[in-house]
């Protein structure tokens, strides 16, 4: 990933700080949902995965303005992205970004919404803490008070899997594009 910020030598932009940021986040992220899906940890899968979205949209912010230099100098020094305008006119928050990534990765909105929950205190845990068993004696919920989720099957732990790794070569697709367009790259 690291061919993204020039040859050795070139010009180091502010641009070029905040992908390196991404980068790194990137690079830990990943590392850490290899670690969640070894210890069938599925709500800080999910919430990782979350964070990758979040990741690839705001970088994706960068491509929407008409100087992105002036936006990561100014993001750098403390100003909120959400107050920042794309050139279409609208305000880079979250539910926009959200938005524009979902045109090319039609299944990240849903996936947003769905991994907020896990991001978020929400029913989500109270479903993942508990099970409706119902046999010749009624209905009766057992409760699941563990650090494993093992009630899910496989496919989901490769669903989340294949989910980050969608996103990460997305963003390599960002770098590369960011790389073939920096002055002196």
Same mark, same amino acid.
């Given at each position: 990933? $690291?061919?993204?910020?020039?040859?050795?030598?070139?010009?180091?932009?502010?641009?070029?700080?905040?992908?390196?940021?991404?980068?790194?986040?990137? $690079?830990?992220?990943?590392?850490? $949902?290899? /670690?969640?899906?070894?210890?069938?940890?599925?709500?800080?899968?999910?919430?990782? %995965?979350?964070?990758?979205?979040?990741?690839?949209?705001? %970088?994706?912010?960068?491509?929407? %303005?008409?100087?992105?230099?002036?936006?990561?100098?100014?993001?750098?020094?403390?100003?909120?992205?959400?107050?920042?305008?794309?050139?279409?006119?609208?305000? $880079?928050?979250?539910?926009?970004?959200?938005?524009?990534?979902?045109?090319?990765?039609?299944?990240?909105?849903?996936?947003?919404?769905?991994?907020?929950?896990?991001?978020?205190?929400?029913?989500?845990?109270?479903?993942?803490?508990?099970?409706?068993?119902?046999?010749?004696?009624?209905?009766?919920?057992?409760?699941?008070?563990?650090?494993?989720?093992?009630?899910?099957?496989?496919?989901?732990?490769?669903?989340?899997?294949?989910?980050? /790794?969608?996103?990460?070569?997305?963003? %390599?697709?960002?770098?590369?594009?960011?790389?073939?367009?920096?002055?002196?790259?």
């Amino acid at each position: 990933m $690291l061919r993204a910020f020039g040859k050795e030598g070139s010009n180091m932009y502010y641009t070029d700080l905040i992908l390196a940021g991404a980068t790194k986040r990137t $690079l830990g992220l990943g590392h850490g $949902l290899i /670690s969640m899906i070894n210890a069938k940890n599925m709500l800080c899968g999910r919430a990782i %995965v979350r964070m990758q979205i979040d990741t690839v949209s705001r %970088v994706l912010a960068y491509t929407y %303005v008409s100087d992105r230099e002036d936006l990561a100098r100014r993001v750098i020094g403390g100003e909120k992205l959400r107050s920042f305008r794309c050139s279409d006119g609208k305000r $880079l928050t979250d539910q926009y970004l959200i938005e524009r990534l979902s045109k090319t990765l039609t299944w990240v909105s849903d996936t947003y919404d769905r991994t907020s929950g896990s991001v978020h205190f929400s029913e989500q845990q109270l479903f993942s803490a508990s099970e409706m068993i119902s046999d010749d004696n009624g209905s009766h919920i057992n409760l699941l008070i563990t650090q494993f989720d093992t009630k899910y099957p496989e496919s989901s732990w490769s669903e989340i899997a294949a989910c980050f /790794s969608e996103l990460t070569e997305f963003f %390599v697709h960002i770098l590369d594009q960011y790389s073939a367009s920096k002055p002196g790259g």
